[in-house]
């Protein structure tokens, strides 16, 4: 008798809406794939969502920036030649070749309102450093005699890079376009002579465009005697 009540339950749970019945019918949750169609869609014709987890997605927003100039090939041999022996920030090389940088995060004081981020505060210094990277003084310069030989105003492209920075109410997703400046008091030289210069005036000269974009290039910074080597960059952030 237990093993009749047994089956007659068996019997029931199979007949159940929603499970395979002994006839071969499949409930109406099931949605069969059609074996002549492919697995990108249902067998009823509706499409098949991938998970979420199987697609490739994207965290940044891509900004097209316009073409860099171009950078001596000597130039770019030592450049990678001391990025890959750690001999050089990390990030030159890859504002040469990429024209973008990232800024790391740091702590900041969130009391007090007046002091900008930091990713803003030295901005400027940076760009006065990519306008070095890019000999952007002397290309400006070529094309202003161009420009008066020819009788033509002055079109000098500007040179725009991409930089990576998170701070309060900015998303580290987006990048910021900035452009690269140049010194008004004095025309550096294009970055070749400031890096294989061996001359004493090559040593000032890379003094100076240090101090410059740090907008420290006075005459008593200038001058060793005022300020040691190794109080030199103190005194820059002071000032």
């Given at each position: 008798?237990?093993?009749s009540?047994?089956e007659?339950?068996?019997?029931?749970f199979?007949?159940?809406?929603g499970?395979?019945?002994?006839?071969?019918?499949?409930?109406?949750?099931?949605?069969?794939?059609?074996?002549?169609?492919?697995?990108?869609?249902?067998?009823?014709?509706?499409p098949?969502?991938?998970?979420?987890?199987?697609?490739?997605?994207?965290?940044?927003?891509d900004i097209?920036?316009?073409?860099?100039?171009?950078?001596?090939?000597?130039?770019?041999?030592?450049?990678?030649?001391?990025?890959?022996?750690g001999?050089?920030?990390?990030?030159?090389?890859?504002?040469?070749?990429?024209?973008?940088i990232?800024?790391?995060?740091?702590?900041?004081?969130?009391?007090?309102?007046?002091?900008?981020?930091?990713?803003?505060?030295?901005?400027?210094?940076?760009?006065?450093?990519?306008?070095?990277?890019?000999?952007?003084?002397?290309?400006?310069?070529?094309?202003?005699?161009?420009?008066?030989?020819?009788?033509?105003p002055?079109?000098?492209?500007?040179?725009?890079?991409?930089?990576?920075?998170?701070?309060?109410g900015?998303?580290?997703?987006?990048?910021?376009?900035?452009?690269?400046?140049?010194?008004r008091?004095?025309?550096?030289?294009?970055?070749?002579?400031?890096w294989?210069?061996?001359?004493?005036?090559?040593k000032?000269?890379?003094?100076?465009?240090?101090?410059?974009?740090?907008?420290?290039?006075?005459?008593s910074?200038?001058?060793?005697?005022?300020?040691?080597?190794h109080?030199?960059?103190?005194?820059?952030?002071?000032?």
């Amino acid at each position: 008798m237990v093993m009749s009540q047994m089956e007659s339950a068996l019997k029931t749970f199979h007949q159940q809406p929603g499970w395979k019945n002994p006839n071969g019918d499949r409930g109406p949750w099931v949605r069969p794939i059609d074996a002549g169609v492919s697995g990108a869609t249902l067998g009823d014709g509706e499409p098949h969502i991938p998970s979420l987890l199987s697609m490739s997605t994207r965290n940044h927003m891509d900004i097209t920036i316009p073409p860099l100039p171009a950078v001596a090939p000597e130039v770019l041999r030592i450049a990678e030649h001391r990025h890959r022996r750690g001999l050089m920030y990390p990030y030159i090389y890859h504002v040469l070749t990429k024209g973008e940088i990232k800024i790391p995060v740091c702590i900041e004081d969130e009391c007090n309102m007046e002091l900008p981020p930091a990713a803003i505060l030295f901005r400027s210094a940076r760009q006065y450093v990519y306008g070095v990277l890019f000999s952007l003084a002397e290309t400006q310069r070529k094309l202003e005699r161009l420009a008066m030989r020819r009788r033509l105003p002055v079109e000098a492209p500007s040179v725009i890079l991409k930089e990576w920075s998170a701070y309060k109410g900015k998303s580290p997703q987006t990048p910021e376009l900035v452009s690269a400046l140049t010194f008004r008091e004095w025309t550096c030289p294009n970055l070749k002579k400031l890096w294989l210069g061996k001359a004493v005036e090559d040593k000032n000269r890379r003094m100076r465009a240090f101090l410059a974009c740090m907008k420290s290039d006075t005459p008593s910074m200038l001058n060793p005697a005022n300020v040691p080597t190794h109080l030199l960059l103190m005194c820059c952030v002071l000032r």
